[in-house]
């Protein structure tokens, strides 16, 4: 069939740059007629999956921390009236109004935004890895329904082929041929496969309930399933060098990044604080007396300054965040060496589905074989109803085996994808 590309775009915040993006391209590699399904599929679930929404939200929060931390304290209004007005030269104090305002030091607020931009491109990282994840379980769950779907239409050609044997079988009984025990096995034998069907049946139920669970849809809507699927010629070329930018390790150097902007703010935060402020007091004029200024307001500007005389908690903030650093970067080691394994695996688990797959090719080639070298036997009168059970049952398995090789397969292709593209 022909083969189907598409692309699954992802984009987050590139390390090192406040705004820059890198977009990271997951191309699924389609040798059947699913490509264009399982695409819409998976926008569908981009945009209605409850997690991805949650977590888009809990993105948009971070951002909005960025406005947040771009204030400055809260201004200091205080108003004092003299219940005993004190006495001056000038006439009698009645009331007093002070206003103050404290401002952080030289590149504080800066830091501040630097740091809840930092944490705002790990959210968006999060982003990224649940909707890799998210595409990953669509994917997963659809293959299942394929090998659902594929072993009801294997099993439902299987009864067939017992109808025209049970025909053939009658046939014999009529001439001599065969006895009423063969029509027996063949009928038991289309119970057997008639009752494999009714499970399947149930367990697509299931299986599409999940389905669309994840799609956040009715759980009875219908699926489009491919009919066929086949493993293509050749592999995709792999690129391993793109697991050092997959989103999950990328998170761990946002998060380096975090630290080293928390850092920053830090040290800012251990500087001095300025503070400029204005004192107000209303004068009541005098009365037994005429002086100069009489009754004259009071205006005083004030400048204060906060200094933190004891740096314990931001010397202890600092080694704290020295460690932190070390232990993201064994956590991301650790993850990397967990990722690297996972990818090991699934190219190996893929290559011995190819195996097997080609195995059963060539098994259901001979098998199909071996049943027309036993209904020939017919014309000759020697025909071996329990053979050609023997047969089937062999058809049977090697149909099976090989509908779950192709699962194996591509299942292992979007994990390879998962952690390579």
């Given at each position: 069939m022909k083969s189907i590309k598409y692309m699954y775009v992802v984009y987050f915040p590139f390390l090192g740059l406040k705004k820059g993006l890198v977009s990271v391209f997951l191309l699924f590699t389609f040798h059947f007629g699913i490509g264009q399904q399982l695409e819409a599929y998976i926008h569908y679930a981009e945009q209605n999956n409850p997690q991805i929404q949650a977590f888009e939200l809990k993105h948009t929060i971070a951002t909005e921390k960025v406005n947040e931390v771009n204030t400055l304290s809260d201004a200091q209004v205080s108003f004092g009236y003299f219940v005993s007005e004190p006495e001056t030269r000038t006439g009698a104090q009645r009331a007093r109004l002070s206003v103050k305002q404290m401002l952080p030091w030289f590149g504080t607020i800066t830091a501040r935004e630097n740091y809840a931009n930092s944490l705002a491109e790990t959210q968006y990282l999060d982003i990224a890895v649940a909707k890799r994840k998210l595409a990953l379980s669509i994917s997963q769950s659809y293959y299942t329904l394929y090998v659902i779907k594929a072993k009801q239409k294997v099993l439902q050609e299987q009864i067939?082929?017992?109808?025209?044997?049970?025909?053939?079988?009658?046939?014999?009984?009529?001439?001599?041929?065969?006895?009423?025990?063969?029509?027996?096995?063949?009928?038991?034998?289309?119970?057997?496969?008639?009752?494999?069907?009714?499970?399947l049946a149930q367990e697509y139920i299931t299986e599409r309930s999940l389905f669309n669970t994840i799609l956040n849809?009715?759980?009875?809507?219908?699926?489009?399933?491919?009919?066929?699927?086949?493993?293509?010629?050749?592999?995709?070329?792999?690129?391993?060098?793109?697991?050092?930018?997959?989103?999950?390790?990328?998170?761990?150097?946002?998060?380096?990044?975090?630290?080293?902007?928390?850092?920053?703010?830090?040290?800012?935060?251990?500087?001095?604080?300025?503070?400029?402020?204005?004192?107000?007091?209303?004068?009541?004029?005098?009365?037994?007396?005429?002086?100069?200024?009489?009754?004259?307001d009071i205006l005083m500007p004030m400048v204060s300054i906060s200094i933190p005389v004891f740096n314990k908690k931001y010397n202890s903030k600092t080694k704290q965040n020295k460690l932190k650093q070390e232990e993201i970067q064994l956590k991301k080691k650790e993850r990397k060496n967990h990722l690297q394994s996972l990818l090991t695996k699934a190219i190996s688990s893929r290559n011995t589905a190819r195996i097997k797959y080609k195995t059963q090719e060539k098994n259901i080639t001979q098998a199909k074989h071996a049943e027309q070298i036993l209904t020939k036997n017919y014309e000759t009168g020697t025909v071996d109803f329990n053979a050609i059970l023997d047969i089937q049952e062999l058809q049977l398995k090697f149909y099976m085996s090989r509908i779950m090789s192709i699962r194996d397969y591509f299942v292992q292709s979007t994990i390879i994808n998962y952690l390579s593209q």
């Amino acid at each position: 069939m022909k083969s189907i590309k598409y692309m699954y775009v992802v984009y987050f915040p590139f390390l090192g740059l406040k705004k820059g993006l890198v977009s990271v391209f997951l191309l699924f590699t389609f040798h059947f007629g699913i490509g264009q399904q399982l695409e819409a599929y998976i926008h569908y679930a981009e945009q209605n999956n409850p997690q991805i929404q949650a977590f888009e939200l809990k993105h948009t929060i971070a951002t909005e921390k960025v406005n947040e931390v771009n204030t400055l304290s809260d201004a200091q209004v205080s108003f004092g009236y003299f219940v005993s007005e004190p006495e001056t030269r000038t006439g009698a104090q009645r009331a007093r109004l002070s206003v103050k305002q404290m401002l952080p030091w030289f590149g504080t607020i800066t830091a501040r935004e630097n740091y809840a931009n930092s944490l705002a491109e790990t959210q968006y990282l999060d982003i990224a890895v649940a909707k890799r994840k998210l595409a990953l379980s669509i994917s997963q769950s659809y293959y299942t329904l394929y090998v659902i779907k594929a072993k009801q239409k294997v099993l439902q050609e299987q009864i067939n082929l017992l109808n025209s044997y049970e025909k053939l079988a009658l046939t014999s009984i009529t001439v001599g041929k065969a006895s009423a025990v063969s029509v027996l096995q063949l009928q038991i034998r289309q119970n057997e496969l008639q009752q494999r069907i009714d499970v399947l049946a149930q367990e697509y139920i299931t299986e599409r309930s999940l389905f669309n669970t994840i799609l956040n849809k009715d759980q009875y809507a219908d699926i489009e399933v491919v009919q066929e699927m086949k493993v293509p010629e050749e592999d995709p070329i792999l690129n391993d060098d793109k697991l050092s930018l997959h989103p999950e390790l990328l998170i761990y150097d946002s998060l380096y990044e975090s630290v080293s902007k928390s850092e920053l703010l830090n040290q800012k935060q251990k500087s001095p604080n300025i503070g400029f402020g204005l004192d107000y007091v209303a004068v009541s004029e005098r009365t037994d007396i005429n002086v100069e200024d009489n009754g004259k307001d009071i205006l005083m500007p004030m400048v204060s300054i906060s200094i933190p005389v004891f740096n314990k908690k931001y010397n202890s903030k600092t080694k704290q965040n020295k460690l932190k650093q070390e232990e993201i970067q064994l956590k991301k080691k650790e993850r990397k060496n967990h990722l690297q394994s996972l990818l090991t695996k699934a190219i190996s688990s893929r290559n011995t589905a190819r195996i097997k797959y080609k195995t059963q090719e060539k098994n259901i080639t001979q098998a199909k074989h071996a049943e027309q070298i036993l209904t020939k036997n017919y014309e000759t009168g020697t025909v071996d109803f329990n053979a050609i059970l023997d047969i089937q049952e062999l058809q049977l398995k090697f149909y099976m085996s090989r509908i779950m090789s192709i699962r194996d397969y591509f299942v292992q292709s979007t994990i390879i994808n998962y952690l390579s593209q």
